[in-house]
Structures are given as structure tokens and as C-alpha cells.
């Protein structure tokens, strides 16, 4: 029987977009049938593999989407959110492979299903994309969302700190009004698509903020205040408004926390 973390390397080591969205959904299938075995023994890289294309640019040399409503805006919208979901998928899959032996079955559970959440995003999204006749790569895109794995990769807490808790979140604030955006666009398919999306990552944000608070009591540690300390230390910029409190609330986020911190910055 193949091991649970060989599965979750494989996964992580295919460049390909489209074959890894499909090996993350097999591994998390062969996983709830019971057909991978409980074993941690295979590593997780330091990084995924990725593919030639799209070039990868620091944040600040991103190009312009270019005018709202243009199908040049549309396009680069849809490739941003494609290569948010299909960096997503590794940060799942790395969570549950480097994590899980430590944390137990639920953890593993829960982030194997938000990989397999995210790489069905991915997939949805590129269709969207091939209808507008581009596909994933035809664009540059940032490499700042695995910076912030590489620099938890020694600690769960700090790893539920900033990946869910902070990247995600961020999502849920920015989400509806990219929803509107599309809807008053009249991609009707595409708001949908966001609708989706945002009722997984409410849910994913949920699954972070509940083992972080699992971490912090077996601390002894306040999860608010830990969680402050953990986002001044890693994170490479500010937790900043507007915020979508109905949505953070439902995810399970401390309202008081992330207020405090916004206000520092």
C-alpha cells in the first residue's frame, strides 16, 4: 500500500497544472477509501514543482490588469484567481504531509479536503479562463504566496497563523466585491464561480482557525495574542481593512485580534 505522504509528494512534485488538480483529487479520494497507508517517512520539498509557464514576478513588477471591463482586465482577473487556487492546492497538500503526523487524523482530514476544495477551484476556473479563449500561463503571475509557506515550514502554528488565517482571510474580504464586479459585467457564470468559492473558503478559514486553537491551548497560550505575535514575526506586510466581519465571523476569526492589529499598522 502507497503511503499517505509519498501520495502527497508526488502530488506536490507535479508541475503540470491540470495533472496536479487531478493527483491531489485521486490522492484525497484514495485516502477516504482507505487506500493509503498512515506513513510520514517520504519528506515534503522545499518547494513544488511548478511549470515554465507562468513566469513567476515579485509583487511589486506585476503588470497592470489594465481598464475594468476590457477583456484584458477579465482575463488578468481570472488568471490571478487561477494561480491563487492552484498555489492553494500546494499549500493544502504541504500542510497535511508535513503537519499531519504531528497534529492527527482530523488535521490531515480537513486540509486534504481543502486541497481537494482548492483543486477543484483550479479547474473550474481555467474552463472559465478557456471560454475567454486564454488559459493559465499566458500571463505573469507573483511568488509571494509560497514565500510565506517557506517561512512557517518549521512551524504548524505559525503555518495555521498565516496561510489560513491571514492569506485566506484576505479572501473572504476581497471576494464580494469582485463578485459584483463580474455580476455587473454580466458574467453570470463567473459570479457563480465566486459564490462557490467564497462559501469553501469560509470553511477552510474555519478548519485554520480551530486547530489554532487546538496549538495554543496545548501551549498554554492565548490564541488571540499568539496569533498577533505569530502574524508580526512572518508576516511580509499588513492585516488591513476593509474586512468582511460577517464572513470572518463565520470562519471563526477574532474580530478583537485582527482590529488590533490593523490599527498597529
Known amino acids: 500500500m502507497q503511503s499517505l505522504s509519498e501520495s502527497i509528494r508526488t502530488a506536490l512534485l507535479t508541475a503540470d497544472p491540470r495533472e496536479k488538480a487531478m493527483a491531489t483529487r485521486k490522492l484525497v479520494r484514495d485516502w477516504r477509501l482507505g487506500r493509503l497507508a498512515w506513513d510520514f517517512g517520504a519528506p515534503m520539498p522545499d518547494r513544488p514543482a511548478r511549470p515554465d509557464k507562468p513566469e513567476l514576478l515579485p509583487p511589486n513588477r506585476m503588470p497592470k490588469r489594465g481598464r475594468g471591463g476590457s477583456d484584458r482586465a477579465r482575463i488578468a482577473l481570472w488568471h490571478s484567481l ?15 504531509g ?20 482548492e483543486a477543484m477551484h483550479y479547474a ?7 471560454r475567454m479563449g486564454a488559459a493559465y500561463g499566458d500571463l505573469p503571475a507573483h511568488d509571494g504566496l509560497w514565500q510565506s509557506a517557506e517561512a512557517t515550514a518549521h512551524d504548524v502554528a505559525a503555518r495555521l497563523a498565516i496561510v489560513p488565517m491571514v492569506l485566506e482571510a484576505r479572501g473572504l474580504d476581497v471576494t464580494p466585491a469582485t463578485l459584483e464586479r463580474v455580476r455587473a459585467g454580466g458574467d453570470e457564470a463567473g459570479a457563480r464561480i465566486l459564490e462557490r468559492i467564497l462559501a469553501d473558503e469560509i470553511r477552510h478559514v474555519r478548519y485554520g482557525c480551530d486547530h489554532f486553537a487546538k496549538v495554543a491551548c496545548e501551549l498554554g497560550d492565548s490564541a488571540e495574542k499568539l496569533w498577533q505575535m505569530l502574524v508580526t514575526r512572518y508576516f511580509r506586510g499588513n492585516v488591513k481593512p476593509p474586512f468582511n466581519d ?3 465571523e463565520s470562519a471563526g476569526l477574532s474580530r478583537k485580534a485582527y482590529e488590533a492589529l490593523a490599527s498597529r499598522a
Open 124 to 130: 473550474i476556473i481555467a474552463r472559465h479562463l478557456a
Open 82 to 96: 487561477a494561480h491563487i487556487e492552484f498555489v492553494a492546492i500546494d499549500l493544502a497538500l504541504d500542510m497535511a
Open 98 to 117: 508535513r503537519f499531519g503526523e504531528q497534529r492527527g487524523r482530523d488535521f490531515v482530514d480537513d486540509f486534504l479536503t481543502v486541497a481537494a476544495d
Open 246 to 248: 460577517s464572513a470572518r
